[in-house]
């Protein structure tokens, strides 16, 4: 979901997370403030305006850090790939 938006639903359309112990594979394609989500080749979140969480009157930064976050539960991660559009 997309967590700290107000304007916009914070949960996916549908949930298609596999099951514990299988890896997700996710897809996330942001064009501006315009993110789009297909998590396990299914689009669950489809252009969707992300806000501005420290500033709700200004526009998301159109660049920056990008984070992966937990909940302090063990997590992994491998083959993250970025490309500019």
């Known amino acids: 979901g997309l967590y700290n ?7 996916p359309s549908h949930i298609m997370d596999n099951a514990i112990g299988e890896w997700n594979r996710f897809r996330i394609r942001m064009v501006g403030e315009v993110v789009s989500v297909w ?3 299914e689009l669950v979140v489809d252009e969707v305006i992300m806000e501005n969480y ?3 009157a200004k526009p998301i930064y159109p660049s920056g850090q990008i984070e992966l976050q937990d909940h302090g539960n063990p ?3 491998r083959n993250i790939y970025i490309k500019e559009l």
């Open 5 to 11: 938006n107000k304007r916009n639903p914070s949960n």
């Open 39 to 41: 998590l396990n080749s």
């Open 54 to 56: 420290w500033n709700r």
């Open 75 to 77: 997590i992994w991660f």
